[in-house]
């Protein structure tokens, strides 16, 4: 634990077990959305499914099946909804406080998910999934903001990367499933994995309701006695120990101040201070790179690509995926602390854009010879998982929850994930348009098949680019401590040298902090060879001695050093 930054320092009151656990548990959120994706790559692909939704389309070997515009339509509106969910949990997540928000979102997808079992033709199941993304697209912002406002700064990253995780779990239980139905005869065959998927959404509802809300967010409401509650059951310490007073005391001051530079408006998340816009724009160039990497072309349609491309047992070959997609999510949470935020997103992308590169090589170099074609699909893009999932999967989340000040941050996560779903809606929408040969014939298809790859390689290679000039390093200091790092430091690349000092209760009363220029050691060696040379001119007097000792006394006893952020 020591080699991955888990230790929680010695200096550090309280404990962080409180905290800890509640992150994991509302990281489990991931799971609808995970399982929600999984679930309709595998049905898209179910006979039982076409033969009941069909509306006249044949293939060319006369089975039923949909039209290109129907399958985007039912796959793209869940996006469609959580672009929607996205922008709404702003609001109502600073009006009603993260925790409830969260249990209003798990009960519109709950809506959602009985109209997709009850459906029977196509336009009932596009509303049911649209209503399910609308809840889907309100807990993907609520959850790492719930995380990263409760979580200690030493595990922040790795809690937050537990909601990716979450989203790779679901996926898994969702080819599980898809695997275990696809063969049964009947609506039963798709019925049972939609269904499935209320079961988790009503545990994570029941855990919320007996869950605290995040001190951060009580304080920028105003009520400090709540806050100071929430806290102490987070840390467990009373709610009169000094460390706990001064870590209330320090994220009050630190919401004050930003405050101070200018008010929380959806208009200041682009123009306000400190550096609001460069932030924002942080934030939604990472999510919408991070869709653009291709990684829901494989997760929406990897069964049907894969059954077009030669793939024996498709759905066999997605149950792998998905299980290299979560196994490799934990190397990300592992060093998420260590190795930081961006050294492990420049390293990914470098990862992906080599492997999408060489699958979309060998497919233009090998032409016809399918099952060469085939084999190097499956190797390269079991690799191209690995980097996705151990680095811009979770990795994502935890920057764009952590970059952001109190007083916008919900405002701002929340238009940096609607940019995610966005993306996501566009690529859902309209890859069968650009790589299904069959479904599209004849209906202006470019026709890219693995080619397509190229076009995400090319995105990966930007997106280093992007991590280098943009990101910075959030890894190891609180999220007041983040206010600091954009005020002082110019450029991104230069923050993985920054050292946090200021105080912001001197910040908000002074304008300045003290701490913040510290003096050098030999400064003070020097003041005190002249004080004792000093006392030594006086010839050492006993009444002097008396004095100073006398004044002494009269000094606070330093209580050591504490590091009252968390």
């Known amino acids: 634990m020591v080699g991955f930054g888990w230790r929680k320092p010695a200096n550090v009151a309280g404990t962080s077990a409180p905290a800890i656990l509640l992150s994991l548990f509302v990281a489990t959120g991931g799971l609808l959305f995970g399982y929600d994706t999984g679930s309709i790559n595998g049905i898209l692909a179910m006979e039982s499914f076409k033969k009941d939704f069909t509306t006249g389309y044949f293939d060319k070997e006369g089975i039923p099946g949909m039209y290109p515009s129907q399958v985007s339509l039912i796959v793209a509106m869940l996006s469609a909804g959580t672009m929607v969910g996205a922008l709404i949990s702003a609001p109502i997540g600073d009006l009603w406080g993260r925790r409830l ?83 049964m005869k009947g609506a039963a065959a798709y019925r049972i994995p939609i269904g499935l998927q209320l079961t988790w959404a009503i545990v994570l509802a029941l ?31 009373d709610i009169t120990h000094p460390a706990l007073i001064e870590e209330l005391a320090e994220i009050q001051a630190n919401h004050e101040y930003e405050l101070a530079l200018g008010p929380d408006t959806y208009k200041d998340i682009f123009f306000g201070e400190p550096h609001l816009g460069r932030r924002t724009l942080t934030g939604c160039g990472l999510q919408m790179l991070q869709q653009l990497t291709g990684v829901n072309f494989i997760m929406y349609y990897g069964t049907d690509f894969f059954q077009k491309g030669g793939v024996e047992d498709p759905y066999l070959i997605t149950l792998i995926m998905q299980i290299i997609n979560m196994v490799s999510t934990l190397p990300g949470l592992f060093v998420v602390e260590s190795w930081g935020r961006r050294r492990l ?40 998982i690995f980097f996705f999932a151990a680095s811009w999967g979770p990795v994502v989340w935890v920057v764009t929850s952590e970059i952001y000040p109190l007083k916008v941050r919900a405002k701002s996560m929340s238009v940096s994930t609607a940019a995610n779903w966005l993306l996501n809606f566009g690529i859902a929408y309209g890859t069968p348009y650009m790589v299904d040969t069959e479904r599209v014939e004849g209906s202006g298809s470019i026709d ?34 983040i206010d600091e790092m954009y005020e002082r430091v110019d450029h991104a690349w230069n923050s993985r040298r920054f050292e946090p000092s200021w105080s912001f209760q001197q910040m908000r009363d002074f304008g300045f902090s003290e701490s913040g220029i510290p003096p050098q050691e030999p400064q003070l060696e020097l003041q005190h060879s002249r004080s004792s040379g000093s006392q030594s001119e006086t010839g050492g007097s006993s009444t002097n001695t008396a004095t100073t000792a006398s004044q002494d006394d009269k000094l606070p006893i330093p209580l050591g050093h504490v590091d009252f952020s968390y």
């Not at 997103?345 to 090589?361: D, E, N, P, T």
Request: charged share 10%; glycine share 8%; proline share 3%.
């Open 101 to 183: 928000s969260l249990i209003a979102a798990l009960g519109v997808f709950c809506v959602g998910a009985i109209f997709q079992v009850c459906a029977t033709n196509v336009p009932l199941l596009v509303v049911g999934r649209t209503l399910a993304g609308v809840g889907v697209g309100i807990v993907s912002v609520l959850v790492p903001l719930y995380q990263s406002e409760m979580a200690p700064k030493w595990v922040r990253g790795t809690l937050v990367c537990a909601y990716q995780l979450s989203i790779t779990a679901g996926l898994f239980a969702a080819a599980g499933v898809n695997i275990l139905t696809h063969n």
């Open 345 to 384: 997103l420049i390293v990914g992308a470098a990862g992906m854009a080599i492997c999408q590169l060489l699958i979309a090589s060998f497919a233009t170099a090998n032409g016809s010879d399918t099952a060469t074609q085939s084999r190097i699909l499956i190797i390269f893009v079991a690799i191209y």
């Open 448 to 481: 890219l098949g693995s080619r397509i790859f190229f076009l995400w390689g090319a995105f990966c290679i930007l997106s280093i680019a992007f991590v280098w000039f943009m990101v910075y390093e959030t890894s190891k200091i609180s999220l007041e401590q």
């Open 207 to 237: 855990g919320l309701l007996i869950l605290p809300e995040t001190p951060r967010y009580l304080i920028k409401r105003g009520y400090k006695d709540a806050a100071a509650l929430s806290l102490s059951r987070l840390r467990r310490l």
